[in-house]
């Protein structure tokens, strides 16, 4: 299984753009990179999956680089609702029991 | 169709105890997933249904765990003799396998227990 690497937390101010990356060398060929957002006493919730280049919707952007070693989650001009753990995972498309949440990144947004 | 509902969403026990969690899926959806997730850390993966099958169960989950999903639709988790190490929040999710959306996890708000 493909371990991730992502920074432990992270801290924005309101209306800023906000860009986490995550580390994933050993990536496979079959392997999705699926991005999902936790906030405090609520199950995880999915954001964003991609393959390769560049994936947007109306929550993020998703990029990730033509040797698919990293990935960046995208999240335009956060609010203080933004404020949750999010975590990077790589494996069965849509982050299937396969692959490993890890311990994510905290993102705090100040007003 | 109202999600991913678990009950109870807390649970206070006593060592030694045993203790049953409830998760209703998403109707649609023929994939139905446990975790388990401590403080400041990700869920760690227990244990997946397809259907009313068991398919997968990690080493994290005991001789004392068991899960059922005698339909294929609800599911439960039962902890027998539970000890504080035990202490934590249980995650629900389910899937379908088709689609756009295949295996794209759908969460529960999660049932904390707590072992005294």
């Known amino acids: 299984l493909a371990k991730t690497t992502q920074p432990i937390s992270m801290d924005s101010y309101e209306g800023q753009e906000v860009n986490i990356t995550c580390s994933h060398n050993n990536i496979a060929t079959n392997d999705y990179i699926t991005w999902y957002q936790q906030f405090p006493s609520q199950g995880p919730r999915f954001i964003i999956q991609g393959y390769k280049t560049k994936v947007t919707n109306e929550v993020a952007s998703l990029f990730i680089p033509a040797d698919r070693k990293s990935s960046t989650l995208s999240l335009p001009r956060v609010s203080l609702s933004d404020t949750a753990v999010y975590y990077c995972l790589v494996g069965e498309r849509g982050g299937g029991f396969k692959t490993i949440f890890g311990a994510g990144t905290r993102l705090f947004v100040k007003a | 169709d109202t999600g991913v509902s678990q009950d109870p969403r807390h649970k206070i026990t006593k060592r030694g105890q045993n203790v049953t969690f409830r998760c209703d899926p998403i109707s649609e959806h023929n994939r139905l997933y446990w975790y388990r997730q401590t403080l400041g850390q990700g869920p760690e993966f227990l244990t997946y249904f397809q259907n009313e099958a068991q398919l997968e169960k990690s080493r994290l989950l005991s001789d004392r765990f068991s899960a059922e999903r005698p339909k294929g639709s609800f599911s439960t988790l039962e902890i027998q003799r539970t000890e504080q190490g035990d202490s934590a929040m249980y995650l629900c999710?389910?899937?379908?396998?088709?689609?756009?959306?295949?295996?794209?996890?759908?969460f529960g708000a999660g049932s904390r227990l707590t072992v005294l």
């Open positions: 999710a389910s899937s379908s396998t088709t689609g756009a959306g295949a295996n794209v996890l759908t």
